[in-house]
């Protein structure tokens, strides 16, 4: 299936040549493994698949201009999980975003179903694809890379709910070595369908801590510096390809005292 190079993934302002063009085989690849390993819808595959694709370009950047670019810092570097990858949304969508704004991102993404995995692995050696481990297994429950000291850490779930201390926790535990240094940021960006929901009734189902509160997840501490709900801006650009998004900060503060 040859991979159709066009503006079909832009969601409020262009791409670049060469990120269309990887979305374009990613889709490809995606609805060409579908039948075999459900990765997406079966009605109206093609129609979804492009869709999903928009709305993840849609909410990198709603993440990024509230805050990814101030997370990012003028390191330029991240250190990135993806929780539940499933066919690889968003972390494939993401990963090309971050490339082209000149960022470097070590990834990891963790998908426990080994069909997905396997799918993961493959697309990874696609032309273009941008690089990333695949750990077949929970989150927590396998080694992983340590992270560098100079980078800020993004995880991102689509379709997985874990509470604050699971997801934070199983970093400490996974990495298995000591922290990065102290005042690391650290971005939770979950998926998040915005309707009858608020920021404190999602904090408080996700166990997210308030603003400023120190906590302890696994072998490290945090704290805390808030949460908030990105929602498509109606009449914006990009309003109908959005996702709401539930973004809370850490800040890393070491190993307890």
């Not at 490809?28 to 709305?55: C, F, H, T």
């Not at 080694?143 to 709910?161: D, G, M, Y």
């Amino acid at each position: 299936m040859k991979a159709r190079f066009d503006a079909r993934f832009d969601a409020g302002r262009p791409l670049a040549a060469d990120t269309v063009q990887v979305l374009g085989v990613y889709r490809d690849e995606l609805l060409r493994w579908n039948r075999q390993i459900n990765l997406v819808s079966r009605r109206n595959p093609e129609a979804i698949a492009e869709g999903l694709i928009r709305q993840c370009v849609g909410a990198f950047d709603r993440w990024w201009d509230a805050s990814g670019a101030e997370l990012v810092g003028s390191t330029a570097t991240l250190r990135v999980f993806d929780l539940g990858s499933g066919g690889g949304l968003p972390a494939f969508v993401w990963l090309a975003l971050l490339k082209e704004r000149g960022v470097r991102a070590r990834t990891t993404l963790v998908e426990p179903r080994e069909k997905r995995a396997w799918f993961l692995e493959r697309l990874g050696r696609l032309r273009g694809a941008p690089e990333y481990d695949v750990i077949a297994a929970r989150w927590g429950e396998a080694a992983i890379a340590p992270v560098a000291e100079e980078s800020a850490i993004l995880f991102t779930l689509k379709a997985l709910r874990l509470s604050e201390s699971a997801i934070l926790g199983g970093l400490a535990v996974a990495a298995g070595a000591p922290p990065p240094r102290p005042g690391v940021g650290i971005d939770i960006v979950r998926f998040q369908p915005t309707e009858g929901v608020t920021v404190a009734g999602l904090a408080a189902v996700l166990e997210t801590p308030p603003a400023g509160a120190r906590h302890g997840a696994g072998f490290w501490s945090f704290e805390s510096r808030g949460s908030r709900l990105l929602v498509p801006v109606r009449g914006a650009p990009d309003a109908s390809y959005g996702a709401g998004l539930f973004v809370s900060r850490h800040v890393l503060l070491g190993e307890p005292g």
